[in-house]
Nanobody, 126 residues
Framework: QAQLVESGGGLVQAGGSLSLACVASIPTFSSYTMGWFRQAPGQEREFVAGISYIGPRPEYADSVKGRFTISRDNAKNTVNLQMNNLKPEDTALYYC???????????????????WGQGTQVTVSS
């Protein structure tokens, strides 16, 4: 049974930084497109960033471009999300997701991802 485990969330002041990590227990991790999504209370889950299995072609939500950076280490089955210049509106539960050979043109859609983590809470105070 594949498992995704996120870590690195916490409480930070506006303007601060956090680094999230997601470790995947997936035998063929390099064949999975990885995404980060977030969900704030009372809101729908939204795409944050994604990185394709076929190369370093990351995509970002407009709201985080220039502030967040997604990266992956296939040797360690890990995907990271570096978050800088955090804003109160970034407060949410952040989820890692994995989908087998999902095309890079379709990373932003939450529907259809094979696996999801339990989430890690990020809270940004003003």
């Amino acid at each position: 049974q594949a498992q995704l485990v996120e870590s690195g969330g916490g409480l930070v002041q506006a303007g601060g930084s956090l680094s999230l990590a997601c470790v995947a227990s997936i035998p063929t991790f390099s064949s999975y497109t990885m995404g980060w999504f977030r969900q704030a209370p009372g809101q729908e889950r939204e795409f944050v960033a994604g990185i394709s299995y076929i190369g370093p072609r990351p995509e970002y939500a407009d709201s985080v471009k220039g502030r967040f950076t997604i990266s992956r280490d296939n040797a360690k089955n890990t995907v990271n999300l570096q978050m800088n210049n955090l804003k109160p509106e970034d407060t949410a539960l952040y989820y890692c997701a994995a989908d087998y050979k999902r095309g890079p043109w379709n990373m932003q859609t939450a529907v259809g991802y094979d696996y999801w983590g339990q989430g890690t809470q990020v809270t940004v105070s003003s």
